[in-house]
């Protein structure tokens, strides 16, 4: 509890007041480099402010740091870099990114549950949450494949990762050196790369990647 208070502390160090500028528009361009999400609240007095997540995951022109923005009703009241987090009424908004995309963006009540952000419908995670809903058959099989791709990724990658640091000197001596039955050929690496990274990448666009993705790639 007290790593937790810590935490919850510098992350609300990390936030700085926005200046009122507008949300920008959502290019074509941006598909893949940013992410817009959106939460909609019912506040005490009856109206139903909406406060949007804005994640330039390229990062920021003027010194590449990757942070969120928050817009309430289309004017930008606050920044922070990763991870973020915002309150808002009834709870706080988390945001963390990972090497893919997003990682999270939830709006957490103060009895602990959480629910995702929604998607902007012209993004990436947009197109992907339209696709589950109006194909979700589809939709399953996609993400069983790109979970597939990332565990190909891991064993083609780990056991080389393995026999690369048992060869480290300290490591052979303490542990003695593993070394593979076959040569993995580089475009097998380079294949088994790219499948992880795809799949990586598609569930960054569900919230899903974690950990594991990392260690995919």
Do not use: K
């Not at 709006?107 to 902007?120: C, E, I, K």
């Amino acid at each position: 509890m007290a790593f937790e208070g810590l935490r919850n502390r510098h992350a609300a160090w990390r936030v700085r007041p926005g200046n009122g500028q507008p949300l920008p528009r959502f290019r074509w361009w941006q598909l893949l480099s940013r992410s817009v999400r959106t939460l909609t609240l019912r506040a005490p007095d009856g109206t139903t402010p909406t406060y949007a997540v804005d994640v330039r995951q390229l990062g920021d022109r003027d010194d590449g740091a990757v942070r969120a923005r928050l817009y309430l009703d289309g004017a930008l009241v606050s920044l922070s870099t990763m991870p973020a987090r915002f309150p808002v009424p009834g709870g706080h908004i988390e945001v963390a990114v990972g090497a893919y995309g997003l990682r999270r963006c939830h709006y957490v009540r103060v009895d602990g549950t959480a629910t995702q952000l929604v998607p902007h419908p012209a993004s990436a995670e947009g197109r992907r949450a339209r696709l589950h809903r109006t194909h979700p058959g589809l939709s399953r099989l996609v993400g069983a494949v790109s979970t597939l791709l990332v565990l190909v990724g891991i064993c083609v990658a780990v056991p080389q990762l393995a026999e690369t640091i048992s060869h480290a000197p300290p490591v052979a001596d303490a542990l003695g050196t593993f070394d593979l039955p076959v040569r993995v050929p580089p475009a097998v690496n380079l294949a088994a790369g790219l499948a992880a990274v795809a799949g990586s990448a598609e569930r960054a666009l569900r919230l899903r990647s974690n950990w594991v993705d990392s260690l995919a790639s």
